[in-house]
């Protein structure tokens, strides 16, 4: 199970080791977003820091509709103690979780500040 | 092995990934690849489906370690979307 917070803005956070090719890890400290439809973004700096291969460009539609163009690199999260390969947008930004993540998992949280976030597989 | 970039610009990698899935990809799809994800090498017109976005990619690299790829999505105007908002359908 995953267990994050809910923040003083009343966000979900979760923290989430990102690894690379080499094994490498740094954890980062992420907010949920259910209206993102990828896995995970990133900002630069990590991505440089990881090393993370550049893979793909993509357009994204933002929450006000505009539509920007991002890179994509390839990264692998450990979500729930198991390795998952993903595609990681590189976002100067808090990083983001998407729903791909989320796919066969149970959510739940206390919607207080300080209140539990908990993320668990769909037994 | 060098480290792969994107060779093009933005612009490019949209309007070529744009007219390759309009010509090569279009054609081909089944009403079962709705909302899937297509990868698209944008110097060769090779491309790669999955349900799953990295796995097209993935796919699309282990054939073509070169590729220059633009991700896109069946039915969608873009491969992702960030929050959210009130659409009808056929605005999205």
Known sequence: MIAGTVSARHEFLIRLPVRNAAGHEQEVEALLDTGFTGSLTLPPAVIANLGLPWVSREDAILANGAVEQFDIYAATVIWDGVARAILVEAIDATPLVGMTLLIGYDLRARVQIGGLVQIEAIP | ?92
């Open chain 2, 1 to 92: 092995m060098t480290t792969r970039q994107p060779r093009y610009s933005g612009e490019e990698f949209s309007r070529r990934g744009q007219e390759i899935y309009d010509r090569v990809v279009r054609p081909s799809l089944r009403p079962e690849d709705e909302d899937k994800f297509v990868a698209i090498d944008i110097e060769s017109d090779s491309y790669e489906i999955d349900r799953n976005d990295y796995a097209a990619v993935d796919r699309l690299l282990k054939r073509l370690p070169d590729a220059q790829i633009w991700l896109m999505r069946v039915g969608h105007r873009a491969a992702h979307r960030f929050g959210l908002r009130s659409y009808t359908r056929d605005s999205e």
